[in-house]
């Protein structure tokens, strides 16, 4: 069992940055897969980006690369997102997921067991 928690959300201006937290319970941090999604409103979940369990490979939407930077602390539990250059149209609950499969399609929701409650962003224009 993995508990995931976010924070950092908040209100920021077009072009603005933030940086999400997610900590995570559990003693096999280092064994899942992490990712991040995003609900806009009115809209469906959606992927953001994705980091594997040893942090060696890491996977972007193509709205977000460039700008966002997902990374990892093993000893501190926590997985982070990076936004830069913040758009309107990043407003959005982030969730943060885990997964502890082998295998997986990263932007995939069903590749994912365990969420966090989200947090949300609002970028103004």
């Known amino acids: 069992q993995v508990q995931l928690v976010e924070s950092g959300g908040g209100l920021v201006q077009a072009g603005g940055s933030l940086r999400l937290s997610c900590a995570a319970s559990?003693?096999?941090?280092?064994?899942?897969?992490l990712g991040w999604f995003r609900q806009p409103p009115g809209k469906e979940r959606e992927f953001v980006a994705a980091?594997?369990?040893?942090?060696?490979?890491?996977y972007y939407a193509d709205s977000v690369k460039g700008r966002f930077t997902i990374s990892r602390d093993n000893a501190k539990n926590t997985v982070y997102l990076q936004m830069n250059s913040l758009k309107p149209e990043d407003t959005a609950v982030y969730y943060c997921?885990?997964?502890?499969?082998?295998?997986?399609?990263?932007?995939?929701?069903?590749?994912?067991?365990?969420w966090g409650q989200g947090t949300q962003v609002t970028v103004s224009s």
């Open positions: 980091v594997t369990d040893s942090g060696g490979s890491t």
């Open positions: 997921a885990a997964t502890g499969r082998v295998t997986y399609w990263a932007p995939s929701r069903n590749a994912y067991d365990y």
């Open positions: 559990g003693r096999t941090f280092s064994r899942y897969g």
